[in-house]
DNA sequence: CGCGTTTTTGAAGCCCCTCAAGTGTAGTGG
DNA sequence: CCACTACACTTGAGGGGCTTCAAAAACGCG
């Protein structure tokens, strides 16, 4: 049984046998978690540390007035809120998206693990290095990038990351995301989303219809993105 | 001769004198750096940790078109690119505003100091993650709140994270901003927040000029902005 | 089939942008 | 002391991209 967050850390930091025996000890506990379930509410005080096994789930916020935005898409490997020391009160809700399995790491356990084993730091350091360039590169779409150019390299981004842990068959990639959903995280209108989406496809870029995401043209879509292979190798090939 | 730095992460994990000790020796080596200076360009390859202790800082972005964003505002105590590891290639810049001082820290020194100071580690996590909280609050800004809010927002943001610095004196601020950096940073074109300005400043809430910021009434600026209590007292104010 | 959710399309409107010009405000040098 | 320059700030008019409102079509699932 493969194990994605141990894949997805080993990928860029070498780690020894000791830790992948530790990562996986503390996986063993993960549990089937049904779609649309949050993991974790604002306000609440933090508590495990959750990996995603299988599944998609995203961080958001709730506005005053009822407004929903994504901050973070998750998928296999990527974990939440690393918090260590005292405990926080979370700013911002977790949820499923689909059917996911979900470990839980108690947060004393991984105070010891960082306390203890440096590698394994260096590549959960690493991990959240990687999520704030995410953050960073939202934050640039959101700012200075058109709708169209914006849920392009939307598209660049999941495909890329899912690709890279393997979630991909070819140009084909299940992507699990109502257009309510992706409206949300690009700070677009649903409506509008879905203009965009027909645009994209008459262009012959790219294909999302019935949550699979095909890519017809990933260099016209880069090139529409203005997305930037230099930070795709960096972020999120590396490989070494 | 007080260190920004040390104060930062002393007032959220209590460090011991060792750790004070070794930080201030790594800031020995601080420099003046004058106003509009790259401190790291994109497609670096990433080198040492800077940390700002006096002056502002910012990081920024260039798309292809010219257009700039702006990701983040540093302030004395906060560092750039907590990089372990293999060397990475920049993805973004990092530019003084004003003039600054600035201490940096070899990369080999980072990594020792988290291999062997756990409590130190703690610490620089804490920080790494209020900086991505951060980070998250600027996507909910720019994605769903209006340009008022926006504005708001950020001001709130500015003057809490300034105020816990002791950069205050009551309601005012030196906030050496211009309105075109203002506007790279907020998504908006500087017409526009010069406009946006004007009404938080007929309405009563602030008054930002000649790189002053006064703020008149942080209720009905809160209130503006939609601004989380929460989110302040956990990311900013947080002084235990 | 029947129901809720998602997707799609149309029409009208507003928020913010673009373009343009004019007004400070420092700093520099004659 | 004033001309000259550079830069930031301010204000106006018009346009466009995205939103809002509305409703119909398509899909998925009990």
Chains 1, 2 share one sequence.
């Not at 508590?47 to 599944?55: D, Q």
């Not at 995280?185 to 999302?208: D, F, K, P, Q, W």
Request: proline share 3%; aromatic share 6%; glycine share 6%.
């Amino acid at each position: 049984m493969s194990n994605a967050f141990i894949d997805k850390l080993n990928a860029h930091v070498a780690l020894s046998r000791d830790d992948v025996a530790l990562l996986e000890a503390e996986c063993a506990n993960a549990r089937d978690v049904p779609a649309r379930h949050d993991l974790i509410r604002e306000g609440d005080p933090s508590g495990p540390l959750f990996v995603i096994l299988e599944g998609w789930a995203c961080r958001y916020q709730i506005l005053s007035e009822g407004a929903r935005q994504i901050t973070a898409f998750l998928m296999p490997g990527d974990c939440c809120d690393m918090h260590l020391g005292a405990s926080h009160i979370m700013d911002h809700n977790i949820a499923t998206l689909t059917d996911a399995r979900v470990a839980s790491i108690p947060r004393e356990r991984f105070g010891h693990l960082i306390a203890t084993r440096p590698i394994l730091t260096q590549a959960l350091w690493w991990a959240q290095l990687v999520d704030e360039g995410v953050l960073r590169a939202w934050i640039v779409s959101m700012g200075r990038r058109s709708s169209v150019e914006r849920v392009a390299h939307l598209m660049c981004e999941l495909y890329i990351r899912a690709r890279n842990i393997g979630l991909n068959t070819g140009d084909e990639l299940e992507l699990p995301l109502t257009q309510i959903v992706l409206s949300d995280a690009l700070g677009l209108t649903y409506v509008h989303v879905n203009r965009v989406l027909r645009r994209l496809r008459l262009e012959g870029a790219m294909r999302l219809r019935g949550g699979v995401l095909v890519i017809n043209d990933i260099v016209k879509l880069a090139e529409l993105a203005g997305f930037d292979e230099q930070y795709l190798q960096r972020k999120l090939k590396r490989a070494a």
